[in-house]
């Protein structure tokens, strides 16, 4: 018996997807995604808001509809949420210029938390742009432009065509943010070419996540705010966030297993050349040298 338990784990061991769950593992992903889905909440979320309030009206609308689409949310709880965007008058009053910058400096934190995943992903040495709060900044922009572009065009058609038309559109849209987002915040030391099946793979599990969002986030809304009020709302929020994060986990850790591949998967997504990395990046760090187990995902061994 422990002969063919030895065999079947040597088996599992050689798979890729034992490799991506060996890799998130390595990343610490519950710690990660915690720490992911908080500061989507506290920073993220609230710029999302104020920059609502202050770009034209379509623009404001095109971002809201993406959002309300991607949470899943109906009912109440839409009602809810649409509020915290009408008050676009009181958010443009209350903020100023210098506290729109300070509100995108402030939600670069997350932007710094997403960083370390991919680095920690790609075993990639922290160097000294990293966490430059410039970087996140101008990945905030793309991703709000990005959710506009998908809100603009949402709006725009109609029918089981055109709905159709929309999920190719937005695969393309947010496999091309996802393509991005590694590219740049890996300090462009990855070759982008080997980036792509990861960015493939965040797109479509959080597009599968959204749709799914649609069949549970109303039942979790309800229940929590008939437990916790108002605050049951923010709950519910977190837990959407959660899950986004561990899709965006998945993915950050796919793409380097793929990508160095021995067999044939990452000869083709590797191409003519063996490197994954661009000429004169630094090399990437040594595997851990003890063996990976469930607890050393609940762990941070670096500050946030």
């Known amino acids: 018996m422990r002969q063919r338990v030895d065999a079947l784990r040597e088996w599992l061991e050689r798979l890729l997807l034992w490799r991506v769950w060996e890799r998130m593992l390595e990343i610490?992903?519950?710690?990660?995604?915690?720490?992911?889905?908080?500061?989507?909440?506290?920073?993220?979320?609230?710029?999302?808001?104020?920059?609502?309030?202050l770009v034209p009206e379509g623009a404001r609308e095109s971002i809201l509809t993406t959002l309300t689409h991607r949470l899943g949310l109906t009912g109440d709880a839409l009602t809810t949420f649409q509020e915290a965007f009408a008050s676009a008058d009181d958010v443009r009053?209350?903020?100023?210029?210098?506290?729109?910058?300070?509100?995108?400096?402030?939600?670069?934190?997350?932007?710094?938390?997403?960083?370390?995943?991919?680095?920690?992903?790609?075993?990639?040495?922290?160097?000294?742009?990293?966490?430059?709060?410039?970087?996140?900044?101008?990945?905030?922009?793309?991703?709000?432009?990005?959710?506009?572009?998908?809100g603009l065009v949402r709006g725009a058609i109609d029918g089981a065509a055109g709905v159709g038309l929309f999920a190719v559109l937005s695969l393309a849209v947010t496999t091309g943010l996802w393509w991005f987002t590694p590219w740049f915040l890996l300090l462009g030391d990855v070759r982008p070419r080997v980036l792509l099946p990861g960015a493939v793979i965040t797109s479509v599990s959080l597009g599968v996540f959204a749709l799914s969002a649609t069949i549970w986030?109303?039942?979790?809304?309800?229940?929590?705010?008939?437990?916790?009020?108002?605050?049951?709302?923010?709950?519910?929020?977190?837990?959407?966030?959660?899950?986004?994060?561990?899709?965006?986990?998945?993915?950050?850790?796919?793409?380097?297993?793929?990508?160095?591949?021995?067999?044939?998967?990452?000869?083709?997504?590797?191409?003519?050349?063996?490197?994954?990395?661009?000429?004169?990046?630094?090399?990437?760090?040594?595997?851990?040298?003890?063996?990976?187990?469930?607890?050393?995902?609940?762990?941070?061994?670096?500050?946030?």
Not at 29 to 36: G, K
Not at 122 to 144: C, D, E, F, K, S
């Open 93 to 150: 009053r209350a903020t100023s210029v210098l506290g729109l910058v300070f509100t995108f400096f402030f939600a670069a934190s997350f932007t710094t938390a997403m960083q370390r995943v991919y680095l920690r992903a790609w075993r990639r040495p922290p160097g000294a742009r990293t966490g430059a709060h410039w970087r996140g900044a101008i990945w905030l922009v793309a991703a709000l432009g990005a959710m506009a572009a998908l």
């Open 217 to 304: 986030m109303p039942g979790v809304v309800e229940d929590n705010e008939v437990q916790f009020g108002f605050f049951g709302t923010a709950l519910s929020l977190i837990t959407w966030f959660s899950g986004a994060a561990m899709c965006l986990l998945v993915g950050a850790c796919a793409g380097p297993v793929f990508a160095e591949d021995s067999g044939s998967v990452g000869s083709l997504i590797r191409g003519q050349t063996d490197a994954t990395l661009t000429p004169g990046a630094p090399p990437s760090l040594p595997p851990p040298a003890h063996e990976l187990s469930i607890r050393d995902a609940f762990q941070s061994t670096d500050d946030e």
């Open 28 to 53: 610490e992903f519950i710690d990660r995604s915690v720490a992911l889905a908080g500061k989507a909440f506290v920073s993220f979320f609230p710029l999302v808001i104020v920059v609502a309030a």
